[in-house]
């Protein structure tokens, strides 16, 4: 009985991270088509800013406030002075953020040194039966990863932004001509793609630490899980944070967490083989 | 029937042989760091020239290739320390990439899987791959004799031996010139590939799938067909990298390594052959100048480079240098010949 609660969690926890750390790549490449390389530093980024936090003593809550605002920031700028002059151009895009991407992690580790440093967070733990205990911080994480996705997919369905947004992306010669300054829906758009990211790191340090090189860990399971999510970015994030956490979790408590990464590609190259535009497309229904 | 050697090529063939008879003569006036120096970034070269073909050619972006260059070194280091007969090795190095990537290829290709998709694809191929190896450090794990001690890598590979001669061993100057004569190779097929009628497909493919699928050709198979060479050419570096530092490691599939890959054919230009070559010249050297000057992280190095290629020269050096070139000869022939031009404005008036 216990056992099968813990491996529950287990599955559960492993399904919130790929959420947690796909949902601002759903934003940025769900939404703009931008192939944000630099989607893990962006992740390690927040989780630096948490650490920022902690130093200057903040309450926690306060340091992923921080670095959901700071990371938003940063990505605000990044679109201003790189991703702005290469919309259209998807390789170059894909290159210069990978540019940026080794950019972060040589500036981070010549400011802040290789090392791996700790965010602490006292909250305690859950007793599940004897043997078994659950950190009441890994619940946060779950409740914190669905609320992110649950309130960006709110946030595009059913606001006056979100329409304004989706139509810019869909059309935004037409969209321009009806007075929308596409410019800023695309910054703002990016901005919080990257807020959520900066949130996503943040919530991840205290159970990974920060190192410069963490985001190489993120980007390959966000990238996995976005287009094998397919064209709905939030509802195929959903679906595929659910089959490859499912595969992650039920692997790496069968195995070993490295097996259990491993299964999660394979699995992604078997499965668009046979649904090559992802989870969730709309080729071929109307 | 072949098409003649276009101007290109003809520029091309020259520059080639000039920097041949150059590298040939170095071992015989320079020490052995320096062909140490120079054989890596043939290695690399052959790396480049892997992904540059795909890219520039066919339209195929295979972030990847570090893959291959892993699997051929790996290949080497386990068959030859297990058995000592480093001739198979080196086939084993360049074979076992291309049935690997015969297989990745054909899920991603026949998935239907193009363009940026693609790119994404390889490249989380490689960064699996290398958590894998990484996470070979139980010193159970073993191929044969061999231990694959995860980010360790494994050391103390045994030298290259003469095929035919097995007690003889390959040293620096050797192997400088082995590397350089593969390299040369490579290159010359890949020229001899670009002008067959598979060549001529490929370059189809790039420019309009659609129509090349229209006429008959399946795209699938020919995409197939060039990963799997290109797997195997990657392979082939993987393999003359293990005989050069006679060490294999993770760092060989990580991210970097596949950075610094497109990181060189961009530099050096994807549209020619002669591109991949130059840009693994001008950035490996210049990234071993700035580790040797200790102008802190090759990353940031890196990746500034990387930004500024796609936003001030995208073209590469080679083809800006060529224009130039062209410009110059341009103007040196119409100054050698003033009299002409004379006669010729005097005959309008």
Sequence with gaps: MYDAIIFLYQILFSISLFILISTGLAVIFGMMKVINLAQGEFIMLGAYFALLGEVIGLPFILSVVLAMVGVGLFGVLVERLLIRFLYGRLTDTLLATWGLSLLMIGAVTTFLGPQVAGVSVETGRIAVGEVYSISVYNLYIILVAFAALASCWALWRYTTFGMIARAVMANPGMTSALGVDCHRYYMLTFGIGSAISGLAGAMLAPIVGTQPTMGGLYVAQAFVSVITGGELPFLGTLLAGGLFGTTNGVLSYAYSQVIGEIGVFLIAIVLLRFLPHGMTSQKGRS | ??????????????????????????????????????????????????????????????????????????????????????????????????????????????????????????????????????????????????????????????????????????????????IFIAMLLVTAAYALLLRARVGRVLVGIRENEQRIALLGYDPRRYKLLIFVISGGVAGLAGGLYAVWGNFVAPEMMNLNASASVVINVLVGGKASLLGPLVGTGIVQSLTSWLGSAGVGQVNVVLGLILIAAVQVFPQGVVPMVSAICRWGLGHLVRLAQPSRRASATGGKQ
């Design chain 2, 1 to 178: 029937m072949t098409p003649k050697l276009s101007t290109t090529e003809i520029a091309t063939l020259i520059i080639l042989a000039l920097a041949s008879v150059a590298i040939l003569a170095v071992p015989k006036f320079a020490g052995l760091s320096l062909q140490l120096d120079l054989s890596i970034i043939f290695v690399y070269a052959i790396l480049a020239l892997s992904m540059g073909f795909m890219w520039g050619q066919v339209g195929m972006l295979s972030f990847g290739q570090t893959v291959f260059f892993g699997i051929g070194g790996y290949s080497y280091a386990i068959f030859a320390l297990n058995t000592g007969d480093t001739t198979t090795a080196m086939l084993l190095a360049i074979l076992l990439p291309m049935l690997v990537a015969a297989l990745l290829g054909y899920f991603i290709i026949y998935g239907g899987i193009n363009d940026i998709y693609f790119a994404v694809i390889t490249m989380v191929a490689t960064i699996a791959l290398e958590k894998a190896v990484r996470a070979t450090s139980d010193p159970r794990i073993k191929i044969g004799d061999v231990r694959l001690q995860g980010q360790n890598g494994i050391a103390a590979l045994p030298d290259l031996k003469v095929p035919w001669n097995p007690s003889e061993t390959l040293f620096v100057t050797e192997v400088y010139y082995l």
